[in-house]
């Protein structure tokens, strides 16, 4: 199978916040963060604490949410000059063959940790925070059918 293909930035930026979203320590933190600015708010309302701790738990969740929203994507989408080339990926029984006009890759599917799929990428992991992703705009469905058949025969999840 091969698939040519190039990035379109507000994509990209989507697909690594899904990346973030997938991360089990990002999670935890969410889910702290927002338990604490919620006990916080019910605690100011029944007049137990002052504004203070409610105010501090809504800038760090602020924060926290324009930090994984925002600014991180963005300055990764800034630093990786991957995400400006043009690429043509070749998938096989053996493994994923990846060139461009600077040079090409080789990775067989033992290399592959696990993968997910968001709504325009299909995320392929070498490990919990190196990875790669191959977009789906130019696939026909027949394609994205047999990408998906083959990624859940050769990398378990």
């Given at each position: 199978m091969?698939?040519?293909?190039?990035y379109d930035k507000k994509k990209v930026i989507q697909a690594l916040r899904y990346h973030f979203v997938q991360r089990p320590e990002l999670r935890i933190l969410i889910?702290?963060?927002?338990?604490?600015?919620i006990v916080?708010?019910?605690l100011f309302?029944?007049?137990?604490?002052?504004p203070e701790p409610f105010l501090l738990g809504s800038i760090i969740w602020l924060i926290?949410?324009?930090?994984?929203?925002y600014f991180l994507p963005n300055s990764i989408y800034k630093r990786a000059a991957t995400?400006?080339?043009?690429?043509?990926?070749y998938l096989n029984d053996e493994g994923v063959h990846l060139e461009n006009e600077r040079g090409a890759s080789q990775w067989n599917w033992k290399q592959f940790t696990h993968y997910f799929e968001s709504p325009h990428f299909i995320h392929l992991y070498f490990d919990s925070k190196s990875f790669f992703i191959v977009p789906k705009d130019g696939m026909t469905e027949e394609m994205k059918h047999e990408l998906r058949g083959l990624l859940k025969l050769r990398i378990k999840r």
């Open positions: 091969q698939h040519a293909f190039s889910v702290l963060v927002n338990v604490f600015a916080a708010a019910i309302y029944t007049k137990k604490i002052r926290l949410m324009a930090t994984f929203w995400f400006k080339d043009h690429f043509t990926i």
